[in-house]
């Protein structure tokens, strides 16, 4: 009888790991939860910031001027740079996006986060061989990288928030 109910929960721990390993989610777990109740962002306006904008709202933060605290969004720097040796045949490039924030109390200008930065960077391989892709490749990497700057962000306050 044990080595029913062993052999039974291995089987379904073994299901779980599956599932788990080929990308299986349940739904809601991984919704964005509210960083604050509210939240001004002010900086330049970019694809980061409209993106950013867009994930508070969908967590239910509400994004207005009058919030009590700012999130000060400088101009993200998209960088990129060769990897590879040669000028011909596959090329492997990588692309960095650099932004700066800072999040301040709106009452009294007091920094909670003084001078930050988010820096992520993703790599993909060109080819002279596929010219009319190579544009479709370097714009899937920025809006790759605009994802992950955005998720380091929301993690970042977030941890202020606690």
Same mark, same amino acid.
């Given at each position: 009888?044990?080595? @029913?109910?062993?052999?039974?929960? $291995?089987?379904? $721990?073994?299901? $779980? ?5 080929? !990308?299986? &989610?349940?739904? !809601?777990?991984?919704? +964005? ?5 509210? =939240? /001004? ?7 980061? *910031?409209?993106?950013? @904008?867009?994930?508070?709202? /969908?967590? !239910? ?12 969004? !400088?101009? +993200?720097? %998209?960088? @990129? @740079? ?7 045949? +596959? &090329?492997?490039?990588?692309? *960095?996006? %650099? ?9 009294? $200008?007091?920094? =909670? ?19 009319? %892709?190579?544009?479709?490749? &370097?714009?899937? *990497? &920025? ?17 202020? /928030?606690?």
């Amino acid at each position: 009888m044990q080595r @029913r109910t062993f052999l039974t929960l $291995g089987l379904v $721990g073994t299901a $779980g790991l599956a599932l788990a390993g080929c !990308g299986f &989610r349940l739904r !809601g777990f991984d919704a +964005p939860a509210a960083v604050f109740d509210e =939240l /001004a962002l002010a900086g330049p306006d970019s694809d980061l *910031a409209r993106l950013v @904008r867009e994930r508070l709202e /969908a967590a !239910g933060t509400r994004v207005h001027d009058d919030a009590e605290r700012v999130l000060n969004l !400088g101009q +993200p720097e %998209i960088r @990129r @740079r060769s990897l590879s040796v040669l000028d011909t045949g +596959p &090329r492997e490039e990588e692309m *960095a996006l %650099i932004a700066p924030f800072s999040v301040q109390r709106a009452s009294d $200008g007091a920094y =909670l986060l003084d001078q930050q930065r988010l820096e992520v960077s993703t790599r993909y391989t060109v080819s002279d061989s596929n010219l009319l %892709i190579q544009d479709d490749l &370097r714009e899937e *990497a &920025r809006q790759e990288l605009r994802e992950a700057a955005q998720r380091q962000l929301l993690d970042r306050l977030r941890s202020l /928030a606690l």
